[in-house]
């Protein structure tokens, strides 16, 4: 079946604009992750939603970061006034369940690029 | 969630198996031990995950210590396409605690040697 799927693959952007990224999670997915992988850094969590709603925001490295999710389907991480500390590879992630004993399926990654 | 220590590198030859530890000796009861492994460019991808019992996939075996406080992740027979970054993660099934995201650390390069 379809996999989580991320797009743009590839967005280079100037520093200043603000940037959307977007993530299509698995049909009947109701938990969605977002994480960060800057170059040869490890995986950082951002935000994860259940259904519609964020419970937690904290991972968030700055208030310029949102992230919304609708019809608990597709969300859109987006990033404003883009820095180039911004630059990394985003990659979102779908689970069943946000339980435990539940596994994440991960998209390809959004590589952002801000000069 | 509860740190774990895996080594920073293995080798291995194609064709045998690989052995990879994980030491997790703050594990509580109701954490989960999963693993993941991301290849080279590419996003993370599930592996395996158990709780006590050692667990049998297609991809891989988990045999987990009977303190529950170290696991390993086996690959029966290596195959280059297994070189890639295995992550040991515990994953806190206590849902008043948790919220249900994975914390990578810098788990093991997997080299194979053909």
């Known amino acids: 079946g379809a996999g989580v799927s991320q797009s743009p693959s590839n967005k280079v952007t100037e520093k200043g604009k603000d940037v959307e990224l977007r993530c299509d999670p698995i049909s009947g997915h109701t938990a969605l992750y977002w994480y960060r992988q800057s170059l040869g850094q490890g995986l950082e969590f951002l935000i994860y939603f259940q259904g519609n709603s964020a419970p937690d925001k904290s991972g968030l490295p700055s208030d310029r970061f949102s992230a919304e999710r609708t019809g608990g389907s597709v969300s859109t991480l987006t990033i404003q006034r883009t820095q180039q500390e911004d630059s990394a590879v985003y990659l979102c992630a779908s689970s069943l369940h946000w339980a435990a004993n539940y596994e994440q399926y991960f998209g390809p990654g959004t590589r952002l690029t801000v000069t | 969630d509860a740190k774990t220590t895996q080594p920073n590198s293995m080798e291995s030859n194609e064709e045998e198996p690989v052995h990879l530890p994980c030491n997790h000796s703050?594990?509580?009861?109701?954490?989960?031990i999963h693993w993941y492994r991301q290849l080279p460019s590419q996003g993370p991808e599930y592996v395996i995950h158990g709780l006590t019992s050692n667990v049998n996939n297609r991809m891989a075996s988990l045999a987990i210590a009977e303190d529950r406080k170290s696991s390993t992740l086996i690959l029966h027979r290596a195959t280059l396409r297994d070189a890639a970054v295995y992550y040991c993660i515990l994953r806190d099934g206590d849902y008043g605690g948790s919220q249900g995201n994975l914390i990578f650390g810098k788990g093991t390069k997997l080299s194979v040697k053909p």
């Open positions: 703050t594990i509580s009861g109701t954490d989960y």
